[in-house]
């Protein structure tokens, strides 16, 4: 284990990521048509969530975000379920997930 993540230990890393997914999650909600493929009441929650937004080309949004707004997400499907995936690191700052979802909402519209 890494020197840095050793120090701050295991637990607080989970906390923190399951922190700053819902932070980020908590702005998006009001975007029509968004859906959130991984639950967040749980302590299992870790950094890596998927969603994806009705009638929207998930993989064109994954381009406009890359390529018009620097945002690094990932184009996933498994079985029936497509979307984006996020995953924030412990050592983001609010206010980068801020960006994101200002990205995001302009990528939408």
Do not use: C, N
């Amino acid at each position: 284990m890494f020197p840095f993540h050793k120090a701050i230990g295991a637990e607080r890393m989970h906390a923190r990521l399951r922190e700053l997914t819902r932070y980020w999650v908590g702005l998006v909600q009001d975007i029509p048509g968004f859906r959130l493929h991984t639950p967040t009441d749980t302590d299992s929650l870790a950094a890596i969530s998927l969603f994806s937004i009705d009638s929207i080309d998930m993989q064109q949004l994954e381009r406009d975000l890359r390529e018009k707004h620097q945002v690094h997400v990932k184009y996933r499907k498994v079985e029936h379920v497509e979307g984006l995936r996020v995953s924030p690191h412990i050592y983001m700052l609010k206010r980068d997930l801020d960006a994101f979802v200002a990205a995001l909402r302009s990528a939408v519209e």
